[in-house]
T-cell receptor
Framework: NAGVTQTPKFQVLKTGQSMTLQCAQD?????MSWYRQDPGMGLRLIHY???????DQGEVPNGYNVSRSTTEDFPLRLLSAAPSQTSVYFC???????????FGPGTRLTVL | AQTVTQSQPEMSVQEAETVTLSCTYD???????LFWYKQPPSRQMILVIRQEAYKQQNATENRFSVNFQKAAKSFSLKISDSQLGDTAMYFCALQTGANNLFFGTGTRLTVIP
C-alpha cells in the first residue's frame, strides 16, 4: 500500500493564482481531511469528508474548496491564492475520525 | 470551545533516559479522544498513542505511555529509554467530533547521545 500520497511536494504561486493540491489514499478509508501547519502553531483543520460526495468545513475553511467524487481522492483547491495561505498542507485519512489518522508527506506552499 | 495547551516548547533528554511531555486540554464534551502525534524532521506525522476518554486505564505502546488525568484535563506522554530516533516535534491533539480536532502547538524533543 502506498498509504496517503500528496502532490506536489513543493509549490510557489503568485498572489491571485489558482491551483489544486492532490491527495489520494489506497486504504479504502471513508474519512479524509486537510490541515495546514503554520510556524509555532499546531495543525488546523481546513475541510474534511466522511465519504464520497460528503464534505464539510473545519476550523479554517475560507479560501479553500474541496470535493470528494471518489473514496480515494480528496483534492484541495485554492481559487485565488493569498500570501496568508503560505503554509505546509497535510492530507490525512482514517477509517473513522476517532481512530488513527494516516498523514501524507505534506505540500509546502509559498504564495508571493 | 476546545483548547489544547503544550507549555513546553522545547525539551531535551539524554539517550536511554526518561522524559515526560505535558499537555492540558479543555472541553465540555464527555466523549472525546486524545492523541499524541510525532513529527520527525522528515515532516511525516505519525501516531504515537491514543487514549479514549471513557477508559480510565492509561494507554501504553512499548516505550510510550500516557498519564491521563481526566478531572485535571491533563494528558502527559512519557517516553522511556529514549532513543535518538525519538528526536521530533510532538503534538498533543483532542478530538470531540468529525470536525473538531484540535492540536497543541507542539514540543520539540531532542535526544542527546
Amino acid at each position: 500500500n502506498a498509504g496517503v500520497t500528496q502532490t506536489p511536494k513543493f509549490q510557489v504561486l503568485k498572489t491571485g493564482q489558482s491551483m489544486t493540491l492532490q491527495c489520494a489514499q489506497d486504504m479504502n478509508h471513508e474519512y479524509m481531511s486537510w490541515y495546514r501547519q503554520d510556524p509555532g502553531m499546531g495543525l488546523r483543520l481546513i475541510h474534511y469528508s466522511v465519504g464520497a460526495g460528503i464534505t464539510d468545513q473545519g476550523e479554517v475553511p475560507n479560501g479553500y474548496n474541496v470535493s470528494r467524487s471518489t473514496t480515494e481522492d480528496f483534492p484541495l483547491r485554492l481559487l485565488s491564492a493569498a500570501p496568508s495561505q503560505t503554509s505546509v498542507y497535510f492530507c490525512a485519512s482514517s477509517d473513522d475520525f476517532y481512530n488513527e489518522q494516516f498523514f501524507g508527506p505534506g505540500t509546502r506552499l509559498t504564495v508571493l | 470551545a476546545q483548547t489544547v495547551t503544550q507549555s513546553q516548547p522545547e525539551m531535551s533528554v539524554q539517550e536511554a533516559e526518561t522524559v515526560t511531555l505535558s499537555c492540558t486540554y479543555d472541553t465540555s464534551e464527555n466523549n472525546y479522544y486524545l492523541f499524541w502525534y510525532k513529527q520527525p524532521p522528515s515532516r511525516q506525522m505519525i501516531l504515537v498513542i491514543r487514549q479514549e476518554a471513557y477508559k480510565q486505564q492509561n494507554a501504553t505502546e512499548n516505550r510510550f505511555s500516557v498519564n491521563f488525568q481526566k478531572a485535571a484535563k491533563s494528558f502527559s506522554l512519557k517516553i522511556s529509554d529514549s532513543q535518538l530516533g525519538d528526536t521530533a516535534m510532538y503534538f498533543c491533539a483532542l478530538q470531540t467530533g468529525a470536525n473538531n480536532l484540535f492540536f497543541g502547538t507542539g514540543t520539540r524533543l531532542t535526544v542527546i547521545p
